[in-house]
């Protein structure tokens, strides 16, 4: 089975701070995703890479970066954390193959105050 | 337009009946379908793939395409009330584009 580990499943963090948000799969998939799910918007795409060193820019990368040093590991940035991304933050992971489902990792709850 | 639609419901059904979860999306060249189940403070895990119009079989669960129509959808037999959740659509495109329908709410009453 794809397992796809979230480091943290909650988080408080203050505003202004430095957010790390780390996701690890262990199925060597090409693409990694990061995405952020509120109430009522469903799950909005922020980042994804479908390489090493390799980034997109999703629907909603304002506020985010990302970092893609190993093929496993994908980290999510947020550079000045705002009580907007109060959310919960999802990784997914999926071969390059166009027919193959994305996996997700368990979710990180995170909280701006 | 949305490229992948779901109707919000909440659906709700009694315990033992079939509950039908539809999907329309919008690029008529897209190649892959998934329906994945989201319980609550959880994160969506695949429940069903199809990519052949016509309907695939797996347990209680059924997946229907057709292509010319852009409708894929599920069906649950003999609901029960663990299949209570959000049902999430996803559809691979014919960009190379992965989208997710925003979830149908589903409530299987006893």
Not at chain 1, 4 to 11: A, D, E
Not at chain 2, 90 to 108: D, E, I, P, R
Request: glycine content about 6%.
């Amino acid at each position: 089975d794809v397992k796809v580990t979230q480091s943290s499943r909650y988080l408080v963090k203050r505003t202004g701070e430095k957010v790390f948000l780390e996701c690890v799969q262990d199925m060597d998939h090409e693409n990694m995703f990061w995405y952020r799910q509120d109430p009522g918007l469903g799950l909005r795409l922020i980042y994804f890479s479908y390489d090493v060193k390799m980034k997109e820019k999703g629907d909603i990368p304002e506020g985010y970066s990302v970092s893609r040093e190993k093929k496993e590991r994908f980290s999510l940035i947020l550079e000045s954390a705002s009580t907007n991304q109060t959310s919960m933050y999802l990784c997914a992971s999926s071969p390059p193959a166009y027919n193959q489902p994305q996996h997700f990792g368990d979710g990180t709850r995170l909280s701006i105050l | 337009q949305k490229e992948v639609e779901q109707n919000s419901g909440p659906l709700s059904v009694p315990e033992g009946a079939i509950a039908s979860l539809n999907c329309t999306y919008s690029d008529r060249g897209s190649q892959s379908f998934f329906w994945y189940r989201q319980y609550s403070g959880k994160s969506p895990e695949l429940i069903m793939s199809i990519y052949s119009n016509g309907d695939k079989e797996d347990g209680r669960f059924t997946a229907q395409l057709n292509k010319a129509s852009q409708y894929v959808s599920l069906l649950i037999r003999d609901s029960q009330p663990s299949d209570s959740a959000t049902y999430l659509c996803a559809v691979f495109n014919n960009f190379n584009k992965f989208y997710f329908g925003s979830g149908t709410k589903l409530n299987v009453k006893p």
